[in-house]
């Protein structure tokens, strides 16, 4: 497809890294996502030792949509993870795509854009490939 839209089903995902992996295995051109988001937290991780040392690149949030499984908007299981914009931009950037850039949101756009609490990011696949 040369145009992918995955529009508010990424946080009823338990595994949206291997969602956006689909998502760029079907895109030849643009991709856009738009997405609730969490919180992003900075800082290093001790990787199995003090002397390993690797930098957070995002998070993901666990949100719990056990009692909303009934309904057709939720996540089958309920288990649910919530990328923070920092991570999906990284995320995306891994799983293949290029020129990876958060849109900019209107001001009289949906309150939850323009506060930050959802995102819409674009990528686009390499033209080698």
Same mark, same amino acid.
């Given at each position: @497809?040369? =145009?992918?839209?995955? @529009? %508010?089903?990424?946080?009823? *995902?338990?595994?949206?890294?291997?969602?956006? &992996?689909?998502? &760029? +295995?079907?895109?030849?051109? =643009?991709?856009? /996502?738009?997405? $609730? !988001?969490?919180?992003?937290?900075?800082?290093?991780?001790?990787? %199995?030792?003090? &002397?390993?040392?690797?930098?957070? $690149?995002?998070? @993901?949030? #666990? #949100?719990?949509?056990?009692?909303?499984?009934?309904?057709?908007?939720?996540?089958?299981? %309920?288990?649910? *993870? +919530?990328?923070?914009?920092?991570?999906?931009?990284?995320?995306?950037?891994? /799983?293949?795509? !290029?020129?990876?850039? =958060? *849109?900019?949101?209107?001001?009289?756009?949906?309150? $939850?854009?323009? @506060?930050?609490? &959802?995102?819409?990011?674009?990528?686009?696949?390499?033209?080698?490939?």
């Amino acid at each position: @497809f040369d =145009l992918v839209l995955c @529009f %508010g089903l990424l946080y009823h *995902l338990e595994d949206p890294i291997g969602a956006l &992996r689909q998502a &760029r +295995a079907l895109c030849q051109d =643009l991709c856009v /996502v738009e997405t $609730q !988001v969490v919180p992003n937290m900075s800082g290093n991780v001790d990787w %199995g030792s003090y &002397r390993f040392v690797k930098p957070l $690149q995002g998070v @993901f949030g #666990i #949100i719990d949509e056990t009692w909303e499984t009934h309904g057709k908007e939720a996540s089958v299981t %309920g288990i649910c *993870l +919530a990328p923070s914009t920092e991570g999906l931009l990284w995320i995306m950037e891994k /799983v293949g795509f !290029v020129d990876v850039q =958060l *849109l900019p949101c209107p001001d009289d756009g949906y309150e $939850q854009l323009r @506060f930050g609490k &959802r995102v819409m990011v674009s990528g686009r696949v390499p033209r080698d490939g």
